[in-house]
């Protein structure tokens, strides 16, 4: 329901206006801690990680394509060890100094942890990323960012977890992932 009224918004804002504008800084490139909940694995992993993105403005709307690299340090006990790339866009509003956006961004989650290797192989996974973003404009150049949603992970086959039950079927997974982190615009 949500989706629809954002996708309506977005539709007749494009039908009132002429074209596209570029924003005033369009690009900015960020860093950010993440933490995601690999559910299947009953794993909580912490991350660093690093995003580009273009704005691209249409009055108060924003459509802007990003790229999104995490990497989840493998522990002493050989848990964790993942890295994720998302490619995709956010598209919302900025009101005054704030934004609040809706993201898309399929990608790639590789696990290579000792114990999920030791276990299940090397694997590399598709992933989806929905969910939110919101934007505090600190100034013209520098922005706090929230992001929060659902990574969905797609396993091709059963996964060995080493908990109970020690075997998860194979298919789609939702892993909560939350991020917070600080961007510079250019």
Avoid: C
């Amino acid at each position: 329901m949500h989706f629809r009224l954002f996708a309506l918004l977005v539709f007749s804002t494009a039908l009132t206006h002429t074209g596209w504008a570029q924003t005033e800084r369009p690009l900015e490139l960020g860093a950010q801690f993440t933490a995601l909940r690999v559910n299947p694995l009953g794993e909580g992993a912490g991350a660093v990680g690093g995003r580009a993105s273009y704005d691209l403005g249409f009055r108060r709307l924003t459509i802007a394509p990003e790229l999104e690299f995490n990497y989840f340090p493998q522990n002493p006990s050989g848990n964790f060890g993942e890295t994720q790339l998302l490619a995709g866009a956010r598209a919302g509003v900025k009101i005054d100094q704030f934004g609040f956006f809706l993201k898309t961004r399929p990608g790639l989650v590789h696990f290579g942890g000792g114990d999920f290797t030791e276990r299940n192989g090397s694997s590399t996974n598709f992933a989806l990323d929905l969910g939110g973003v919101f934007e505090y404009y600190i100034s013209r150049r520098v922005a706090l960012r929230l992001d929060w949603g659902d990574t969905m992970i797609y396993f091709p086959q059963a996964i060995a977890t080493g908990g109970v039950p020690s075997l998860k079927a194979a298919g789609w997974y939702h892993s909560f992932e939350g991020s917070g982190g600080v961007s510079l615009r250019f």
